[in-house]
Nanobody, 123 residues
Framework: QVHLVESGGGLVQAGGSLRLSCAPS????????MGWFRQAPGKEHEFVAV???????YYAHSVKDRFTISRDTAKDTVYLQMNSLKPEDTAVYYC?????????????????WGQGTQVTVSS
């Protein structure tokens, strides 16, 4: 059975930083696009960032220049470095994989999902 396991969430003050990690178990996704989404209470899943197997990256406007997505192919792990965090970044963050490597912004285009990790930014 395939799982994506996220880690690195927590509570941080506004202006602080966190780094999220996501690693699969059960199979490798080195040929897929790996993305991060987030969901705040009462809201839909929101695209955050995605990285293709070739290393192309795309970001939501709201996080561009503050967040950086990267991947370690050898470890089959994707990271989300989050700097200058704001209270509005508070959400459950999910990693997801698009096995077709399309770098889509819609959560409907992703095939596997992690269980989520909570990020809370206090003001």
């Amino acid at each position: 059975q395939v799982h994506l396991v996220e880690s690195g969430g927590g509570l941080v003050q506004a202006g602080g930083s966190l780094r999220l990690s996501c690693a699969p178990s059960g199979r490798t996704f080195s040929n897929g696009a790996m993305g991060w989404f987030r969901q705040a209470p009462g809201k839909e899943h929101e695209f955050v960032a995605v990285i293709t197997s070739g290393g192309d990256t795309y970001y939501a406007h709201s996080v561009k220049d503050r967040f950086t997505i990267s991947r370690d192919t050898a470890k089959d792990t994707v990271y989300l470095q989050m700097n200058s965090l704001k209270p509005e970044d508070t959400a459950v963050y999910y990693c997801a994989v698009d096995v077709l490597n399309r770098a889509q912004r819609s959560p409907l285009e992703y095939h596997y999902w992690g269980q989520g990790t909570q990020v809370t930014v206090s003001s």
